[in-house]
């Protein structure tokens, strides 16, 4: 499974709680990613990072916070959680060199907002 | 502006036909293309990249560039085929993947 996992896996808040969703790598890959995924959507770029301390933002950003500070945690937060932002969420890691963009996903956290 | 289409949100067929999951891109210069498969509230799993050649569960893509087509093909399609399927494109800066909204392939017997 490339040493993917994210924490929790699922959870219920309620609008306006900070939440906050973790992912951990065991390999030491560089690039971690935040995506979510909706119904008809696909998935979408949440934020990226490309080193510790080192995050750009992705195509729907807004409302959403990260932080790397060691190489194999990624975090994404909501500061304030609103009802548009129930999704599941993927953590990916860029398991490819700098020639091949292949990422490997974990299984997700199913979020839902109340 | 780059971007994946995928034209169809579910295709239906019947065991044993063939199947294609069409997959558009627009992108100036060489693409980088993936076929990636979800399976029943599973994690997103790599099915095929462009640059391999491979055949991966009996799967074949090819990228045409004079179309901007990458669509996926399997000349017998099996009910554990059943899955949701998305074309990406990595982004010019090759940092991110840009997904297409997903295909549903249903397949029944």
């Known amino acids: 499974d490339a040493g993917i996992t994210q924490s929790p896996r699922h959870k219920v808040t309620e609008t306006g709680t900070p939440v906050t969703l973790r992912c951990h790598q065991t390999?030491?890959?560089?690039?971690m990613y935040w995506y979510r995924q909706d119904p008809g959507h696909g998935l979408r770029l949440i934020h990226y990072s490309y080193g510790v301390k080192d995050t750009d933002k992705g195509e729907v950003s807004d409302g959403y916070s990260v932080s790397r500070s060691k190489t194999e945690d990624f975090l994404l937060t909501l500061e304030s959680a609103t009802s548009s932002q129930t999704s599941v969420y993927f953590c990916?890691?860029?398991?490819?060199?700098?020639?091949?963009?292949?990422?490997?996903f974990g299984p997700g956290t199913r979020l839902t907002v109340l | 502006a780059q971007r994946v289409t995928q034209p169809e949100k579910l295709l239906s067929v019947f065991k044993g036909a063939p199947v294609e999951l069409k997959c558009n891109y627009s992108?100036?210069?060489?693409?980088?293309l993936f076929w990636y498969v979800q399976y029943s509230r599973q994690r997103l799993q790599l099915l095929l990249r462009?640059?391999s050649r491979e055949s991966i569960k009996g799967f074949t893509a090819d990228l045409n560039k004079g179309e901007t087509s990458f669509h996926l093909k399997k000349p017998f399609a099996q009910e554990e085929d059943s899955a949701m399927y998305y074309c990406a494109l990595s982004d010019q800066a090759g940092t991110a993947l840009i997904f297409g909204k997903g295909t549903t392939l249903s397949v029944s017997s």
């Open positions: 992108y100036s210069g060489s693409p980088e």
């Open positions: 390999e030491n890959h560089r690039y």
């Open positions: 462009h640059i």
């Open positions: 990916a890691i860029r398991t490819g060199d700098n020639t091949n963009n292949e990422q490997f």
